[in-house]
Every structure is written in C-alpha cells, then in structure tokens.
C-alpha cells in the first residue's frame, strides 16, 4: 500500500533516519518524546509492539503518550532552526500538549489529508533531533479495523463517513454528535443522534462496510466551533461491537442560531 511522505524540517546536521513502515493492519499505539530546550529524541511504539530506533540523544525529559483505540496521528508541527525546538501533535481526538523549548525562527506544519494518518517519522539526528517530518498512509489501507471521518461545508452541512471490515457484520451504526467539545464524550454539548438505517432527517444509509450521514445545514457563526461525533457499531443481536470517535472537525458553525 502506497506510502507518502512530508519534510524533514530543521537543520542540516545529524545522521538521516527513516522509519521502517509497518506492515498493513499495524498502527502507531504509543509516542515517547524526550525535550528540554530541544527535542532531544523521539521513538514510536506500534500496535504489534514493535517499536522504531529511539532517535536522539540520551538527555531531556520524557512524555509519553498512549493512543486510545481508532486514535491516529493526523498533524505534527512546532519551530526549528539548527535543531527540532518544539513538538505538538495532534490526533483525530485531542490535542497533544506541547514539549521542547521556545527557540527556533521557523514553523513546520505537517497536516494530512482526510482519512489519512501519521505511520512512521524521518529527518535526522545526533545528541538532539536535528531534523523532522513524516510518513503517512490511508486509515483504511493499513486495517484499523474501524473508521469514521467528519467533514463540514461552508453552507454549515457536515458528512460523517463511518467503515467497518468486511468480515465484521456490522447491521447498525449510532453516531451521537456533539459541539464545542473534544473527546472523549461527554465533553461539549450534545445535539442529536444519527442512525443508519434510519428514516428522517437524521437518518443515514449503509452500503456495503460504510455508513454515510448528512446533518444540516445548522446555523453560521462568527466563530468556530470544534465538532465531534460518536460513533458506535452494532450487530443484528444489538450487542455493540465497536465504539469510536471521528476527527475533531472545526468549522463556523453552532447547533442554534445568534452565536
């Protein structure tokens, strides 16, 4: 499955690295960063437990993140210079708080397209990262096992796309939205509910191993707003066989008018 890639951003010392994709069905599970004026090292751990050459040197202090279930990686940015300065990423569910330093003359931003996410690093490095970017791929292509991506238009109308494995029989598919809020539920408000199949102005289809959603439009706003959906999988027994969240999609738009 095709990989893409993105920078490295910083300076020009340090030894090259470059990740060794994993194998489809394996996703990022875990990130360790070690900062303190810089980013001194970084190592990703996967989901088959396997993890990446720690990259760096032996000093900083570290943070480690664990990924929840259907978390990806979706954005990588900071400041560099002569050395990585500072680090922030984040997923389709949160913000992840930011280390390093507050150094470096240039901002990096490295955000990937719709149902795609983080899968490896590059760039270079020595007693600190001198140098970062990514490697990235499809949600769908390397086997997480559920997906579900939001997206809104300028008319306040919002898709929500939710898939499945094909070997998975799924019948049912909930999505419980909510505004001004990040996950996990139940931050921000809650709106409505969506259900595919269903009938009515929430309602949704299912085709296949996808389920697709309109909702909308609701109210323009002059300030934007983060959004989020719940979605849950269900069988024809009603047990529930998976339960994720969507990206955080952040648009102008509120759930009533005059905000």
Wanted: hydrophobic share 35%; charged share 15%.
């Amino acid at each position: 499955m095709e990989t893409f890639q993105c920078g490295p951003s910083g300076g020009q010392g340090g030894n090259r690295f470059d990740d060794e994709i994993p194998a489809d069905g394996v996703f990022i599970s875990q990130i360790d960063v070690w900062s303190g004026t810089y980013i001194d090292a970084i190592q990703l751990t996967y989901s088959d437990n396997s993890r990446t050459t720690k990259h760096g040197g032996s000093g900083g202090s570290l943070s480690t993140w664990a990924l929840n279930a259907g978390e990806s990686i979706i954005e990588v940015y900071g400041f560099c210079g002569s050395y990585v300065d500072s680090l922030a990423i984040r997923t389709n569910m949160r913000n992840l708080p930011t280390v390093g330093g507050n150094g470096g003359s240039i901002q990096y931003t490295y955000r990937v397209p719709d149902n795609m996410h983080v899968i490896g690093l590059l760039g270079a490095s020595g007693s600190y990262v001198d140098a970062l970017g990514i490697f990235f791929r499809e949600v769908s292509a390397d086997g997480t096992a559920f997906t579900a991506v939001l997206r809104s238009t300028s008319s306040c109308e919002f898709e929500l796309e939710a898939s499945w494995p094909d070997d998975v029989p799924v019948v049912t598919v909930y999505g419980e939205w909510y505004f001004d809020g990040t996950p996990p539920a139940p931050n921000g408000t809650f709106v409505f509910t969506t259900q595919a199949p269903g009938t009515g102005p929430n309602a949704g289809t299912i085709e296949g191993n996808l389920a697709h959603f309109t909702a909308g439009p609701l109210y323009p706003s002059s300030t934007a707003y983060p959004w989020y959906v719940l979605v849950q999988f269900y069988d024809a027994s009603g047990a529930q066989l998976a339960s994720i969240y969507s990206n955080v999609d952040t648009t102008a738009c509120a759930n009533q008018p005059g905000m």
